[in-house]
């Protein structure tokens, strides 16, 4: 219905009143390009605004008591095949193979890398 619609088409401007992409070219944060889809070019200031993020974050996670870890982005597929990933996720994970035949796997969550 009517009613509907123009409910619809107000809510898709509010949404584009909040948008990242815009709000961060505007802002002159970040941009993004089609050679890595998804992926965020940061600049100065977006850079800058985000390593604080981060900063806030660590520090009320030290303070709760948490500690931080580290894992390799690109592990042996066997470690992946065992947690049952593979199988689950294979299709969409980057597999690679060595020239010694070892097959290696960019890690499509953080378990069970540590």
């Known amino acids: ?3 509907q619609l123009a409910d619809y ?3 898709l401007e509010e949404a584009e009143k909040r948008d990242h992409r ?3 070219k505007e802002l002159d944060l970040f941009h993004l390009q089609e050679e890595a889809p998804g992926a965020v ?3 100065p200031k977006g850079w800058s605004i985000f390593q604080s993020l981060i900063e806030y974050m660590r520090e009320r996670q030290s303070e709760a008591g948490y500690q931080e ?3 390799p982005e690109l592990m042996d597929a066997s470690l992946w095949r065992q947690s049952g990933h593979l199988e689950k996720f294979g ?3 980057f597999l690679t193979q060595t020239p010694d035949e070892r ?3 960019i890690k499509p969550m953080n378990c069970p890398g540590h």
């Open 1 to 3: 219905d009517k009613q």
């Open 9 to 11: 088409l107000h809510r």
């Open 22 to 24: 815009r709000i961060g």
């Open 41 to 43: 070019f940061w600049h």
């Open 69 to 71: 870890v580290n894992s």
């Open 91 to 93: 299709e969409n994970m």
């Open 103 to 105: 097959l290696y796997a």
